[in-house]
């Protein structure tokens, strides 16, 4: 009777939700936002922010997968280059091809994100040596592809996940494309993260895994299988990136640690173990919201990249302090 007396203000105690402070931050980014630019407030201003967020949002919440289960992935970006590259040099400017080039940019990345989780997990090889090896490799063949210049177009039935609206839509006017891209796979990234068993899985690895192999986790599997999400995640983002922006050979460059920053400012613990994929899309939406706001503020391209780097750098020290408090 004292036993279950004591245990229910526990039980209730474990009860309560933890809130993230990310979506206070995104919250506050946006008004200051629409102070500086009113017409951030319209519905064409936030709709279009979205868009833009869209690629970056996705690749993050993807990337989450393999920084949850205790690594890193630096080929993302690398990946939605060639992806944009690719795509463009075998349309041939023909608008049937994107329905065979989709499906073989998706098989090339979950090639790409296999060869990454074998090295990684039975070569041994540091996820950040084995994925940074992988970046080069693939930015060398997307530029030898191209022959270094951008080469070929996207038809139209390809840039329409990145670049077509909805119009007319109730209450909001427009829909982009691209947000419904948003919120489908997001959708299927947080049920996979957080309502499945290998997310619960993955967790475990990214915790302690350790316990989890004298558990009986298959481990290594477990670590390939998040590389293959994160990878097929960036084909994914690139093909809407490439939708929006163009063609270019560095078009996604930088995006790799974009991702990281995200999945930061989202709550992620970096050392694995601890992640969300609705906080990540938020740290998504925050990460761009900072640098609109440098934007308005007339400030240069360089500040976003400093900003970027402390928000890593203190990352990196908090998950090390807590990993040492916590004795593991």
Known sequence: MTDQTLARPEAKKRSLPHFNPVYVLVVALILAIIVMNPAFGEPTGYMNFLKRVTA?????AGALYVIVSGGFDLSVGSIMTLTVIGSSMLASND??????IIPLMLGIGAVVGLVNGLVVSYLKVPSLIATLGMMITLNGVAFMWSGGAPRGYLP???RFFGRYNITDVPVITLLPIAVICLFGFGAILWWGLHRTNFGRLLH????????ARLAGVPVERVRISAFVVSALTAVLAGVILGGRAGVSVDIGSGFELQAITAAVIGGA???????????????ALALEAIFTLLNLLGLAQPVRLVVQGLILIGAVALATYQRKRSGR
Do not use: E, H, K
């Open 156 to 158: 139209d039935t390809f």
């Open 204 to 211: 475990a690895v990214g915790d302690n895994p350790q316990a």
């Open 269 to 283: 613990q970096l050392l694995g173990g601890r992640g969300s994929v609705p906080a990540t899309i938020a740290g």
């Open 56 to 60: 970056l949002a996705i690749l993050s």
């Open 95 to 100: 608008p049937n091809s994107t329905y065979w």
